[in-house]
């Protein structure tokens, strides 16, 4: 009996073999269900155009359009990201909903892989969906035009957020008891958090209850603090307040803050068996 | 050492309409190189005992040990010697049967080689190397079930549970599926298995063990379960529906016992002693009575008579004052059942 206890995955190359097993599973479905990435991108491109072109030129700022286009394109990239909660808890519900979940729990690996699995490989997909966005930044007009450190900087915010946001989903995903249920609590919520934000207007735009949410929000962080790093336009930057003078490393706290209440909230509920 | 012993399991719910005893002081045991089928309705429990014995739920109160491991102390050494397989484990539908194998192979710890090998060696003995580089979406519900309890076996587990391995397949698939069960079993595997099918249960399993509310209320072999319900019985199937309550009535002046009348077949079923003769009896009477009769004979007790004298109710209906098992349970896979 004790030998194979000794076999028990609860050393730490199984933890990591056992992950990158569930990472692999992961992303082997994007080309498996093309059409998943295909209407992720073609959403945020519909954002792209509908902004850059359609209500573009209603909002003012300074530059005209070309400036909205660059001010527009880092807010596009935080919105995507933001958006990684829900693929997540989309995809969790569903393998909960099929009974991998009940599958993985009754194999001898690692408990943790499934959730590190998940989480991890989010960010690599979300890396692809990003460069794509790049590219089409690139044809509207948008340019980076810091450093290439800074450029990566920018880029490293954008995937570390996506982490955090993917810890969201695999809360959510494990509250959830359908696919259709966790696709309309996550757009509930997910959308609001885009829009009441400086993603797509200046905030001074935006009625005086929401000024201070929109500032303090970590999307229009994430997006301040990118469009600093890559010299796009950001009209706040001259704004007093906290958020307007440090977007980053109140982008960093939102993420340390968020990862450290949800990733504990998601592993709980993982382990709870007893559900 | 016997490969299960449980005494006294209990899993309560709660639910907003109070609480659902799933499993209510349930009990059982089975021996290692032997077949346990768990029969009972939708509800009865039969699943939360499989989730409890497969290390998937924390019991209440009460204990088993699996393979001589407590199943929630020792729960990650056990999972390394049993295999699950049924409604709730699953294979991942947007891989190939090949890559599920491996995958599973791979979480059980196997070198990516020898998962690779016995990934093959699988897809072979279920009869899927054709559909193994397919992804599972595209399987017939028989082949999945069958890449599904491939999956349960490559660990080459000393105890395998299969919960309601045949449940939505049609007759052809589950045909297929029993025959693959039954070389497992001839190979020596002890086998815990879940059935809402009396025939089932009486097909594969040695003993079997009959759950109701959360408590087993019958054990044995299909044999002594139907010895325990008596004898013989005469089954009638009259022509003329209207004339059901008068065969009723001239069976029961020559049989005594519970005698049950299923209206939708015309049929009315009687518990006798008198053998042949009897029959003999029973048509004379009915066709004194002028009754016409489609069918008639003699027939030894089903797994339904067994129900039916244990629980009062039928296996196959679930009385409206029981619960189904709580939804938070229940998610049914989507495709699955189909």
């Known amino acids: 009996m004790t030998v194979t206890a000794d076999r028990t995955a609860s050393r730490p190359g199984g933890v990591l073999s056992d992950s990158l097993v569930v990472t692999w599973r992961t992303l082997k479905r994007i080309p498996r269900i093309p059409e998943l990435a295909l209407f992720a991108i073609l959403q945020s491109i519909m954002f792209v155009l509908l902004f850059a072109y359609v209500f573009g030129g209603a909002i003012q700022i300074e530059g005209g359009a070309q400036a909205y286009r660059e001010f527009l394109m880092p807010g596009i990239f935080a919105q995507t990201i933001a958006f990684a909660s829900a693929t997540v808890a989309i995809g969790v519900t569903d393998d909960m909903a099929k009974g991998i979940v009940d599958r993985f729990r009754s194999l001898p690996m690692a408990r943790s892989a499934y959730l590190t699995g998940r989480t991890v490989s989010e960010i690599i997909y979300q890396a692809g969906i990003l460069v794509v966005l790049m590219l089409t930044g690139l044809a509207v007009g948008w340019r980076v035009r810091g450093g290439f450190v800074d450029f990566l900087l920018g880029v490293g915010l954008l995937l570390l957020f996506t982490y955090a946001m993917a810890w969201i989903g695999v809360w959510l995903g494990q509250l959830v008891r359908t696919v259709e249920v966790g696709q309309q609590v996550s757009f509930t919520v997910v959308f609001p958090i885009t829009f009441v934000s400086n993603v797509f207007v200046p905030p001074d735009s935006l009625p005086a209850v929401l000024q201070p949410i929109a500032e303090w929000n970590p999307v229009s962080t994430l997006a301040s603090a990118t469009r600093d790093l890559w010299g796009n336009p950001n009209p706040y930057v001259s704004a007093d307040g906290f958020p307007a003078q440090h977007p980053a490393l109140l982008t960093v706290l939102w993420m340390v803050a968020i990862i450290a209440v949800f990733a504990p909230l998601g592993v709980a509920r993982y382990r709870r068996t007893s559900r | ?338």
């Open chain 2, 1 to 338: 050492m016997p490969a299960i012993i449980t005494e006294g399991l209990t899993k309560v719910y709660g639910s907003s309409s109070g609480e659902v005893r799933a499993l209510d002081g349930l009990d059982l045991q089975l021996e290692q190189g032997t077949v346990l089928g768990l029969l009972g309705p939708n509800g009865a429990g039969k699943t939360t005992t499989v989730r409890v014995l497969a290390t998937l739920l924390r019991p209440d109160a009460g204990w088993a040990r699996v393979l001589g491991l407590d199943v929630v102390r020792d729960a990650q050494a056990l999972r390394h010697r049993i295999g699950l397989s049924g409604q709730y484990a699953a294979v991942d539908e947007n891989l190939t049967g090949r890559e599920n194998l491996w995958m599973f192979a791979r979480l059980y710890q196997m070198p990516s080689s020898t998962a690779h090998q016995r990934a093959g060696e699988l897809l072979e003995q279920f009869d899927l190397v054709e559909a193994g580089d397919r992804v599972a979406k595209t399987y017939s519900g028989g082949m999945r079930r069958r890449l599904d309890l491939a999956s349960a076996l490559i660990g080459r587990p000393e105890l395998l549970f299969l919960d309601e391995p045949t449940t939505g397949l049609d007759p052809r698939s589950r045909l297929q599926m029993w025959q693959v069960i039954r070389e497992l079993v001839s190979a020596g595997s002890t086998l815990l298995l879940t059935t809402q099918y009396l025939e089932e249960a009486d097909e594969l399993a040695d003993t079997i063990g009959v759950v109701d509310h959360g408590r087993i209320i019958a054990s044995g072999t299909a044999d002594q379960l139907k010895a325990q319900v008596g004898g013989e019985r005469v089954e009638v199937v009259v022509r003329d529906p209207d004339r059901l309550a008068a065969a009723r009535d001239v069976v029961a002046g020559l049989c005594d016992g519970e005698i049950s009348v299923q209206e939708h077949v015309r049929r009315v079923t009687a518990p006798t002693r008198g053998g042949a003769g009897q029959l003999v009896r029973v048509i004379r009477a009915l066709d004194d009575a002028g009754i016409g009769i489609d069918d008639i004979g003699l027939r030894r007790p089903t797994l339904d008579d067994v129900f039916l004298s244990l629980t009062g109710h039928s296996a196959q209906q679930t009385p409206d004052d029981e619960p189904d098992e709580p939804d938070t349970e229940t998610p049914i896979p989507a495709g699955r059942n189909a």
